[in-house]
């Protein structure tokens, strides 16, 4: 009997996130007919401050003052120099 109402909690939860997900899938679509509404995180730099981040790093500055001094942190420094790397 507990297998059975196990089961038939388990198939309700299922059921559950895949409505959930179905509608934020809708309101996603939305949301981007609506223009600029659904579009992420704003990068934290521009791309002049990236060049000049860039820049540095290849002169040979600290990482950990780089990030103090534009304000992100130094996992974003490594990023942007991967990001570079990679382009």
Do not use: C, D, W
Not at 18 to 37: C, D, H, M, P, Y
Not at 46 to 65: D, F, N, V
Request: aromatic share 6%; hydrophobic share 45%; charged share 25%.
């Amino acid at each position: 009997m507990s297998n059975l109402l196990l089961s038939v909690m388990g198939a309700f939860a299922e059921f559950e996130r895949s409505l959930i997900k179905e509608l934020q899938r809708e309101g996603i679509a939305i949301a981007k007919t609506k223009g600029n509404v659904y579009r992420g995180r704003i990068p934290s730099l521009t791309a002049e401050k990236a060049h000049a981040l860039l820049k540095r790093i290849a002169a040979g500055e600290p990482k950990a003052a780089l990030a103090r001094e534009f304000g992100i942190s130094r996992a974003s420094v490594y990023n942007y120099r991967a990001a570079s790397v990679g382009a």
